[in-house]
């Protein structure tokens, strides 16, 4: 499976954006799908995951309320859509799927990853 993820882009400080995740197959409806970001000298963080039939969500306690999760299994896309930014939300933003339908935190469980896309938040 591979991931493509777009979206990104410098925006002002509560702007919104909305990333995206394409996937190269169909077998991606049956994973879980999630998003982590990646701050320059830091650790690659879980932001979200949804499970592979959308009916379950999890989301990192910095975003709850602010960002939504969702995905279009007919698109074989995924989606990340960031109400509310601040400059704390810089970093590099990966997809990620997992097989098992795992939407925990834990990025090791995580099989495939897109290349990422920066998001910069100017304050």
């Known amino acids: 499976v591979q991931l493509q993820a777009s979206g990104g882009g410098l925006v002002q400080a509560g702007d919104s954006l909305r990333l995206s995740c394409a996937a190269s197959?169909?077998?991606?409806?049956?994973?879980?799908l999630g998003w982590f970001r990646q701050a320059p000298g830091k650790e690659r963080d879980f932001v979200a995951a949804?499970?592979?039939?959308?009916?379950?969500?999890n989301y990192a306690d910095s975003v709850k309320d602010r960002f939504t999760i969702s995905r279009d299994n007919a698109k074989n896309t995924l989606y990340l859509q960031m109400n509310s930014l601040k400059p704390e939300d810089t970093a590099m933003y990966y997809c990620?799927?997992?097989?098992?339908?795992?939407?925990?935190?834990?990025?090791?469980?995580?099989?495939?990853w897109g290349q990422g896309t920066q998001v910069t938040v100017s304050s």
């Open positions: 990620a799927a997992a097989s098992g339908n795992y939407y925990g935190t834990d990025r090791s469980r995580y099989n495939y």
């Open positions: 949804i499970s592979w039939g959308a009916g379950a969500r």
């Open positions: 197959e169909r077998t991606v409806r049956v994973y879980a």
